[in-house]
Nanobody
């Protein structure tokens, strides 16, 4: 399974970006998809997740600025980021809990990351 993330870039403080991540088609089911980020010299941190039923969960420091959404038919998850700050500069990774078959266990997959840089 491959997760392809896109949408990163260089923006100024206060601007918005929309990240997107698509899982390859050879997936039996996607249990949940989410986003994490890792800034230079820091640990990877949780941003948001959305379940197959549409239940969302956010990291405390992004709630209200970031919105996660999912298009189940396209195996895609998006992260709308508003009011970006220089502290949001990081590599953003998408994540998915998937099943490759009805009798197989849930596996965790990671995308390659997309870089977001916010200038002041």
């Amino acid at each position: 399974v491959q997760l392809q993330a896109s949408g990163g870039g260089l923006v100024q403080a206060g601007e918005s970006l929309r990240l997107s991540c698509t899982a390859s088609e050879n997936v039996y089911s996607i249990i949940a998809m989410g986003w994490y980020r890792q800034a230079p010299g820091k640990q990877r941190e949780f941003l948001a997740a959305i379940s197959s039923g549409g239940v969302t969960n956010y990291g405390n420091f992004v709630k209200g600025r970031f919105t996660i959404s999912r298009d189940a038919a396209k195996n895609t998850v998006a992260l709308q980021m508003n009011g970006l700050k220089p502290d949001d500069t990081a590599v953003y990774y998408c994540n998915a809990d998937i099943k490759l078959g009805p009798d197989l266990a849930v596996s965790e997959c990671w995308g390659q990351g997309t870089e977001v840089t916010v200038s002041s």
